[in-house]
């Protein structure tokens, strides 16, 4: 299994969204990048920078929860 935010891939929009990260409008026939885990889209995002923004804000998430653990 890979990890979280190393498996987005380029594909065509099936349908018009905001990008999760950036609010940015992508049409149905735009260029997005997806996350699909257990067959399903996870996390869809506009750019490479909205990818790589939300890698950085879910690992630094899980190392948060990490030492909030420690400290209990």
Same mark, same amino acid.
């Given at each position: 299994?890979?990890?979280?935010?190393?498996?987005?891939? @380029?594909?065509?929009?099936?349908?018009?969204?905001?990008?999760?990260?950036? =609010?940015?409008?992508?049409?149905? =026939?735009? !260029?997005? @990048?997806?996350?699909?885990?257990?067959?399903?889209?996870?996390?869809?995002?506009?750019?490479?920078?909205?990818?790589?923004?939300?890698?950085? !804000?879910?690992?630094?998430? !899980?190392?948060?929860?990490?030492?909030? =653990?420690?400290?209990?």
């Amino acid at each position: 299994m890979s990890l979280i935010g190393n498996d987005f891939k @380029l594909v065509v929009a099936p349908f018009a969204f905001n990008c999760g990260e950036c =609010g940015n409008h992508i049409p149905a =026939g735009g !260029r997005c @990048l997806e996350s699909v885990r257990f067959g399903k889209v996870q996390k869809r995002v506009c750019s490479e920078d909205c990818r790589v923004s939300f890698d950085d !804000r879910y690992w630094q998430e !899980r190392a948060d929860q990490r030492k909030a =653990g420690e400290a209990a």
